[in-house]
């Protein structure tokens, strides 16, 4: 079967060569009713534009685009987080071999809708979500169905994800069998999917082991993480070990621990998640639960480069434990 064409598509919709075009590049010229009985065209026929050639007329180099949204107020937050260093890591392999260069949007939380809308309106290859939280997700793929979210996101846009349930839930497992029986938590954001997903991996671990469930929180920031730790040590001096929901708050929570005059792993045992540079330098070196970003945004990238993926695709990763010198016993 030959694939279809831009033609094709717009005999399914019953509108005009250039009002698919139109639509297809986000153009004005279109009313809503025209647009999604364009996009319905698309997905039934699975129709994918031809990338190079409309960056070729347009004039915008081939690119993938990476883009991440945060609260965070400081303009250095993404350069600062090792996570999206990863991501940028893996995306850059692939992009370096197959000729694109990679653009970075690292945009606030507050007028993320238009920012997002400006990006998918000039987007090329396709775009990585590394954060992006559903609702905007969703935003950007009804404008630009070329992209690939890298966390747990709304149901039409393809995903990429860890396993972040299973991976708490075995963290937990661990620090059990380590003897540990009054495991705290340090949650990430309310809002972040991945946060959500570990948040209920340790409720069902704790719930299933019989264990009971305390738990405090902030966002993915080494301070956070500190801030965190230290008030559950208030509240609970008897705390034994720590699960934490990212290496960078586990970092801070391992300052506060020795802070109070505790040891790490003798007094309270710390678990982190990612396996980032934040694991390795921590003092001890935290064990973590390794999520593969650079391996998620490699082939995350792989699929863009073959047009857009299709809606609803889902593939999980798994996570596995790296033990380091702050759970030994």
């Given at each position: 079967m030959?694939?279809?064409t831009?033609?094709?598509?717009a005999?399914a919709?019953?509108?005009?060569?250039?009002?698919?075009?139109?639509?297809?590049?986000?153009?004005?010229g279109?009313?809503?009713a025209?647009?999604?009985?364009?996009h319905?065209?698309i997905?039934e026929?699975?129709?994918?534009?031809?990338?190079?050639?409309?960056?070729l007329?347009?004039?915008?180099?081939?690119?993938?685009?990476?883009?991440a949204?945060?609260?965070v107020?400081?303009g250095?937050?993404?350069?600062?987080h090792?996570?999206?260093s990863?991501?940028l890591?893996?995306?850059?392999?692939v992009?370096e071999?197959?000729?694109?260069?990679?653009r970075?949007?690292?945009?606030?939380?507050?007028?993320?809708?238009?920012?997002?809308?400006?990006?998918a309106?000039?987007?090329?290859?396709?775009?990585?979500?590394?954060?992006?939280?559903?609702?905007?997700?969703?935003?950007?793929?009804?404008?630009?169905r070329?992209?690939?979210?890298?966390v747990?996101t709304?149901?039409?846009?393809?995903a990429f994800?860890?396993?972040?349930?299973?991976g708490?839930?075995a963290?937990?497992e661990h620090?059990?069998?380590?003897?540990?029986?009054?495991?705290a938590?340090v949650?990430?954001?309310?809002d972040?999917?991945?946060?959500?997903d570990?948040?209920?991996?340790?409720?069902?671990?704790?719930?299933?082991?019989?264990l009971?469930?305390i738990?405090?929180?902030?966002?993915f920031?080494?301070?956070?993480?500190?801030a965190a730790?230290?008030?559950l040590?208030?509240?609970r001096?008897?705390?034994?070990?720590m699960?934490?929901?990212?290496?960078?708050?586990?970092?801070?929570a391992v300052?506060?621990?020795?802070?109070t005059g505790?040891?790490?792993?003798?007094?309270?045992?710390?678990v982190?998640?990612?396996d980032?540079?934040?694991?390795?330098?921590?003092?001890?070196?935290?064990t973590?639960?390794?999520?593969?970003?650079?391996?998620?945004?490699?082939?995350a990238?792989?699929?863009?480069?073959?047009g857009?993926?299709?809606?609803?695709?889902?593939?999980?990763?798994?996570?596995?434990l790296?033990?380091?010198?702050?759970?030994?016993?």
């Amino acid at each position: 079967m030959s694939r279809p064409t831009i033609e094709d598509v717009a005999r399914a919709a019953g509108v005009s060569r250039a009002t698919v075009s139109r639509v297809i590049n986000n153009e004005p010229g279109a009313a809503p009713a025209v647009r999604a009985r364009v996009h319905e065209a698309i997905a039934e026929l699975g129709y994918r534009p031809n990338q190079t050639a409309r960056a070729l007329a347009s004039g915008r180099p081939r690119a993938v685009d990476v883009i991440a949204v945060s609260p965070v107020t400081d303009g250095g937050w993404l350069g600062t987080h090792p996570y999206y260093s990863r991501v940028l890591a893996g995306a850059m392999s692939v992009a370096e071999s197959a000729g694109l260069q990679l653009r970075v949007h690292a945009i606030r939380t507050d007028g993320a809708g238009e920012a997002l809308d400006a990006v998918a309106a000039e987007a090329t290859v396709g775009a990585l979500l590394a954060n992006v939280t559903p609702p905007l997700a969703a935003r950007f793929y009804r404008r630009c169905r070329r992209a690939v979210s890298l966390v747990a996101t709304a149901e039409a846009v393809p995903a990429f994800e860890a396993d972040n349930a299973a991976g708490t839930y075995a963290a937990i497992e661990h620090l059990h069998e380590l003897g540990r029986r009054r495991i705290a938590a340090v949650h990430g954001p309310e809002d972040n999917t991945c946060a959500i997903d570990r948040r209920e991996g340790y409720r069902r671990a704790v719930r299933d082991l019989g264990l009971p469930e305390i738990s405090d929180g902030g966002d993915f920031l080494r301070e956070d993480g500190y801030a965190a730790a230290r008030r559950l040590l208030e509240r609970r001096p008897d705390i034994d070990a720590m699960f934490v929901a990212c290496d960078l708050m586990g970092a801070g929570a391992v300052q506060a621990i020795t802070a109070t005059g505790r040891r790490v792993p003798h007094d309270v045992s710390v678990v982190g998640f990612d396996d980032s540079v934040a694991a390795v330098c921590a003092n001890p070196p935290l064990t973590t639960m390794r999520m593969p970003v650079e391996e998620m945004a490699a082939e995350a990238t792989r699929l863009l480069l073959e047009g857009a993926p299709p809606a609803g695709l889902r593939r999980r990763f798994p996570v596995h434990l790296v033990p380091r010198e702050s759970t030994f016993s």
